[in-house]
Nanobody
Framework: QLQVVESGGGLVQPGGSLRLSCVAS????????MGWFRQAPGKEREGISC????????RYRDSVKGRFTMSRNNAENTAYLQMDSLKPEDTGVYYC??????????????WGQGTQVTVSS
């Protein structure tokens, strides 16, 4: 069964940091670009970042540039999202997915169950 599982979410104060992990199973991670997406309460899902299969190309949403860093370790079948200088507007459910172009999900690979990130004092 092809799946990705996110972890690392939680409650953090504004200005704090979190590191999300996305572990893939049932397939080889280096066959896919990987993306992070989020959905805030009452808002549409939006793409946060997308990293190419090789890891050489990374795209970020403007609102997270300079604060979030996406990476991947194909040997560990894991993708990461380091989130620094978090803001209340970063609150939402964060999803990992295999297969992205730009900041969109291609549907070519599995989509995770999500991990909640709450930024609040």
């Amino acid at each position: 069964q092809l799946q990705v599982v996110e972890s690392g979410g939680g409650l953090v104060q504004p200005g704090g940091s979190l590191r999300l992990s996305c572990v893939a199973s049932g397939f080889t991670l280096d066959d896919y670009s990987m993306g992070w997406f989020r959905q805030a309460p009452g808002k549409e899902r939006e793409g946060i970042s997308c990293i190419s299969a090789s890891g050489r190309d990374i795209r970020y949403r403007d609102s997270v540039k300079g604060r979030f860093t996406m990476s991947r370790n194909n040997a560990e079948n894991t993708a990461y999202l380091q989130m620094d200088s978090l803001k209340p507007e970063d609150t939402g459910v964060y999803y990992c997915a295999a297969g992205c172009i730009g900041l969109g999900y291609t549907g070519s690979g599995p989509w995770g169950q999500g991990t909640q990130v709450t930024v609040s004092s």
